[in-house]
């Protein structure tokens, strides 16, 4: 029976070519590969395009500039006072110098673009490194999705972008050499790739993993064949084996080649055994930590981990007629699937009794005791190096969340692999990729869908937390307007600085100002770090710290502990508030340097920490105005200033002029409820009882249980 085109495919027959030799199909045909092309690039661009809001980006900055000045790395370091006499292995020194050549030109869009296209070619590779290995392209667009959403919560500009690039040359290189052409010049580049990640960060140990996983991995399948008698044509020559073997040691002698030699290879062994701050720190803490497992990017990683078992358990399944392996691996998919139930019960459960660290543990700890006992019931046909790959990866996820996205890009070949090669019988690659057009289609819609949906909706972190802030530029969690003000008024000297936020003063005002503590965990160690911890737990500890070292200034972010402390400096009085807003506050200590700048900016009466707005009155008003104003001037973004504004302004019964400062906040706040509510009360006294009326509407709608806007309401209402 000849066979009949559908109107569609009659249409479009390009991109249906694919599918016209019947049930075996030749090569995807160039219009759906195209397609798939065009939406993952703009989906690497949109997941990539955010406003920079790591801090430890400027210390990277600060470091290149430092390296290019002097010509050499830093030894000592060179940023604060407290530590000045420690070691500093800048082991992302050669990061810091290409962030700071994209930085001098071309600004902060300048490094969020050449963040993009850092993440765009790792993309690149790994699609390259998955074709190769046999994956289609059907299999990999939402395998993208799941990848890009997870790691989009480390696409940041911060150098451990290159370890994903670097990893992804890796897997490039080794399967366009396995499942390639046999070409050893492929093994042979990893040699100045090793050298380039060594410079570039830390975790070029795992690169070197890596390579000991591939000669492991290739030598077992190698020896299994001669025990089995298989097909030696699928294994590496044994002189190649060699080859494999040498690169690890070939490669841990590359790595020496950095400026602090040995110390290099030592460092990130160092950083991992400070436990404080593997404790404290969020990034270093395991991925079902309860700061971290009700993130979407733990949710995905279930969902992402959940298909790489099921694909590499169904690909890779000894096939023989034989009851026990049989019913062995029908058992262990048996029990991953009881394992996934578990985690979607927990997950709904209400309360959440069983999503606790201690269980969710448990649980993935399981999962890796699942995968190892499916390589030992089907030693003969699983593939070795893919076994490893997952297993390390996975381990390291298990350590430190920050690892989750490395475990992604390090797993992605061998899941699209995988998955591509459900059904087919075939261990290796196969040259042609046979997607169904259709699917393509369909993977490219979700991949859009997704991408859609961070940029339109928001990116979020989190199920419980707000979305990442959208455009470029930099964040509203940044203290920008706290050192613009500090670097106008010429504060200099030693300053007290919050732990995660050090960076941008480091950037901005080295040398003239020096801080006690920053994010680099391995210079401080963990006595400074106690120390600090220590002054903002208490007052008198605070005392202790300021007698021990000479503290010009402090630039600190709000904590729900800190009014006592700098209440009790204050009270002191050589202690004086010189600036404020929504995140953020300056004190400096009275001199005779900073004698004008406390005249002129001093803050009396204005305190967001402990101010009750009903501390407002008549003998304060006209103050609280005066400070209100000098706040909005030093950061116009803030909502602060525009609130007190308010606050004054309805004390001193202007009314309309409140109002337009309360629009303010709203303007940059807008769902800030009790800004809704001072809305209303001014519209009522005005005497607008339908503007009040629909001020606590929306305040109410924001917040159902805020009590006293309902009560408003009602009262209002009743009132018409």
Avoid at 226 to 240: A, E, F, I, W
Avoid at 319 to 333: E, F, I
Avoid at 636 to 659: N, Q
Wanted: hydrophobic share 50%; with cysteine; net charge positive.
């Amino acid at each position: 029976m000849a066979r009949r085109d559908s109107p569609t495919q009659r249409r479009w027959p390009a991109l249906f070519a694919s599918s016209a030799a019947g049930s075996v199909r030749p090569g995807l045909s160039w219009a759906p590969r195209l397609i798939g092309w065009i939406v993952l690039a703009g989906c690497v661009v949109a997941f990539n395009i955010s406003k920079m809001a790591n801090n430890d980006i400027w210390i990277h900055l600060k470091t290149g500039e430092y390296v290019l000045q002097t010509g050499w790395v830093p030894l000592k370091d060179p940023y604060s006072f407290t530590a000045a006499d420690h070691a500093y292995v800048a082991h992302e020194w050669l990061a810091a110098v290409l962030f700071y050549l994209v930085y001098a030109p071309f600004g902060v869009v300048g490094l969020t673009v050449f963040k993009a296209l850092v993440v765009a070619a790792a993309c690149v590779l790994l699609y390259g490194a998955a074709r190769t290995a046999g994956a289609r392209l059907s299999v990999m667009l939402p395998a993208f999705a799941l990848l890009l959403y997870i790691g989009s919560a480390r696409y940041i500009e911060r150098p451990y972008i290159f370890a994903y690039l670097i990893a992804a040359v890796y897997l490039w290189l080794f399967f366009r050499y396995r499942d390639g052409d046999r070409n050893r010049r492929w093994l042979y580049l990893i040699v100045p790739a090793d050298i380039l990640w060594t410079n570039l960060h830390g975790s070029f140990i795992q690169g070197l993993a890596m390579l000991a996983i591939f000669a492991v991995g290739e030598g077992l399948a190698s020896a299994r064949a001669r025990m089995l008698s298989g097909n030696h044509q699928q294994t590496l020559p044994s002189r190649d084996l060699i080859l494999l073997a040498a690169l690890v040691p070939v490669c841990v002698a590359a790595s020496l080649l950095n400026p602090y030699g040995v110390r290099m290879l030592t460092f990130p062994f160092e950083l991992t055994r400070l436990g404080l701050f593997m404790q404290r720190v969020y990034e270093w803490r395991p991925p079902y930590d309860a700061t971290y497992n009700y993130s979407t990017m733990f949710f995905l990683y279930l969902a992402y981990v959940g298909a790489l078992w099921t694909s590499f358990f169904f690909r890779y399944r000894d096939r023989r007629p034989l009851q026990w392996l049989r019913v062995g691996n029908a058992l262990l998919l048996g029990v991953l699937a009881l394992v996934y139930a578990l985690f979607a019960i927990f997950w709904f459960e209400k309360p959440a009794v069983h999503w606790t660290p201690a269980v969710l543990a448990s649980m993935l700890y399981a999962l890796l005791g699942l995968f190892f006992l499916f390589i030992v019931l089907n030693l003969r046909t699983v593939d070795f190096t893919h076994a490893g790959l997952v297993a390390f990866f996975y381990l390291l996820s298990l350590r430190h969340n920050r690892l989750v996205t490395d475990a992604v890009m390090g797993t992605f070949v061998t899941l699209t692999a995988s998955a591509s090669g459900l059904g087919a019988g075939e261990r290796r690659a196969t040259r042609v990729d046979r997607s169904n057009p259709l699917a393509v289609l369909l993977g490219a819609a979700l991949l859009l869908a997704v991408a859609a949906h961070a940029s339109l909706v928001g990116y979020y972190y989190s199920f419980r937390g707000k979305p990442r802030e959208k455009g470029v530029g930099i964040s509203r969690d940044m203290p920008t307007c706290a050192v613009d003000f500090i670097e106008r008024a010429r504060i200099s000297g030693n300053a007290f600085v919050s732990y995660s936020e050090a960076a941008q003063l480091i950037h901005r005002m080295y040398p003239a100002v020096k801080v006690n503590m920053d994010s680099r965990n391995d210079v401080y160690g963990e006595a400074l770090y106690r120390e600090y911890l220590d002054a903002l737990a208490s007052p008198e500890a605070m005392q202790a710290y300021l007698r021990r070292y000479p503290v010009d200034f402090f630039l600190l972010k709000y904590q729900p502990w800190l009014p006592e402390i700098f209440a009790t400096l204050e009270s002191t009085g050589e202690w004086a508030p010189v600036y404020y807003d929504d995140a953020w506050f300056v004190l400096v200590r009275l001199r005779a340097e900073t004698e004008a700048l406390v005249r002129r900016e001093a803050f009396h009466v204005l305190r967001p920490y402990r101010l009750d707005p009903r501390e407002v009155d008549g003998s304060n008003a006209t103050e609280l105005l005066g400070e209100a104003e000098r706040a909005i001037r030093n950061c116009p973004s803030a909502v602060l200033g525009y609130f007190m504004m308010g606050e004054a302004l309805r004390v001193l019964g202007r009314r309309e002029e409140a109002v337009a400062a309360t629009r303010e906040v709203l303007a940059r706040k807008p769902d800030d409820v009790s800004a809704y509510a001072r809305l209303a009360e001014d519209y009522a006294a005005m005497g607008k009882r339908e503007e009040a009326i629909a001020m606590l509407e929306r305040a109410v709608r924001l917040n159902p249980r805020f009590t006293k806007a309902r009560e408003f309401l009602e009262q209002l209402r009743r009132g018409r």
